[in-house]
T-cell receptor
Framework: KNQVEQSPQSLIILEGKNCTLQ??????????LRWYKQDTGRGPVSLTI?????NTKSNGRYTATLDADTKQSSLHITASQLSDSASYICVVPMFSGGYNKLIFGAGTRLAVHP | SQTIHQWPATLVQPVGSPLSLECTVE??????LYWYRQAAGRGLQLLFY??????ISSEVPQNLSASRPQDRQFILSSKKLLLSDSGFYLCAWKDANYYEQYFGPGTRLTVT
């Protein structure tokens, strides 16, 4: 079954601290993996897209890693800010019915406290 | 630049009433369009997608329907809402030649 599972479900950290979010997927064949940030009550916004050949990709204080062999990805947030409080969603497309259907993880809800 | 709009932002409707949610995209042509629903604590669920005017594909059998009357307009409808239709509805667009999907601001629907 093609799935995307994320951990932890929720996380609380203090402002300025680092954290790492995990994503495991079983989607096959694999083409790319995306991380989105979703503020409460808003639509998701893309943070990064990683293709099969990429192991690490950074976007400011966000760094995503990908291990296509173990089908795992992580999102590392450095020097967290209050504005990082949001849900972080891991997404992997699956080719089905002639197009790429996105398989979404349930997300990790991050709360950054002062 | 491209922008995507959804309205209304929030909606409270009684069970059995009709529904119409609208999504429009600006700054692009012939986009792929998508309707998703997000339940609390769950991943986004694809409801419908469209690759062109009048072309609608449904992912999940339900009492919802979608239409694309114009190239950059996507409408989600229901004749009779159920309690289980409550949720956060997101429209998204994508250029057919690229990976990225761009999401709208969403509509929070509460069926009472």
């Amino acid at each position: 079954k093609n799935q995307v599972e994320q951990s932890p479900q929720s996380l609380i950290i203090l402002e300025g601290k680092n954290c790492t979010l995990q994503c495991n997927y079983t989607v096959s064949p694999f083409s790319n993996l995306r991380w989105y940030k979703q503020d409460t009550g808003r639509g998701p916004v893309s943070l990064t897209i990683m293709t099969f050949s990429e192991n690490t990709k950074s976007n400011g204080r966000y760094t995503a890693t990908l291990d296509a062999d173990t089908k795992q990805s992580s999102l590392h947030i450095t020097a967290s800010q209050l504005s990082d409080s949001a849900s972080y969603i891991c997404v992997v497309p699956m080719f089905s019915g002639g197009y790429n259907k996105l398989i979404f993880g349930a997300g990790t809800r991050l709360a950054v406290h002062p | 630049s491209q922008t995507i709009h959804q309205w209304p932002a929030t909606l409270v409707q009684p069970v059995g009433s009709p529904l119409s949610l609208e999504c429009t995209v600006e700054g692009t042509s012939n986009p792929n369009l998508y309707w998703y629903r997000q339940a609390a604590g769950r991943g986004l669920q694809l409801l419908f997608y469209s690759v062109g005017i009048g072309q609608i594909s449904s992912e999940v059998p339900q009492n919802l329907s979608a239409s694309r009357p114009q190239d950059r307009q996507f409408i989600l409808s229901s004749k009779k809402l159920l309690l289980s239709d409550s949720g956060f509805y997101l429209c998204a667009w994508k250029d057919a030649n690229y990976y990225e999907q761009y999401f709208g601001p969403g509509t929070r629907l509460t069926v009472t």
